[in-house]
């Protein structure tokens, strides 16, 4: 249950849960948990957003690290 004021953040694959308050831009989300954009893909209701898009009170989000194999 997602409780109204704050955007819950699920960062996988960490697992780890955090919340902030008020409505943001996702690069401000990134930026103020030290995430490179380029590292991650954030994700709300299963659409992938962009660094633009806003997250509102009451969003639940996941940010996920991505993981590039070489040659």
Do not use: A
Not at 9 to 27: E, F, M
Request: hydrophobic share 45%; proline share 3%.
């Amino acid at each position: 249950m997602v409780r109204f004021g704050i955007v819950r953040i699920i960062l996988l694959p960490q697992n780890k849960i955090v919340t902030l308050s008020g409505d943001l831009r996702v690069s401000v989300v990134l930026k103020q948990l030290s995430l490179l954009p380029s590292t991650v893909m954030v994700i709300r209701n299963g659409q992938l957003l962009t660094e633009d898009e806003l997250v509102h009170d009451g969003d639940e989000i996941e940010i996920r690290s991505v993981i590039s194999g070489g040659l």
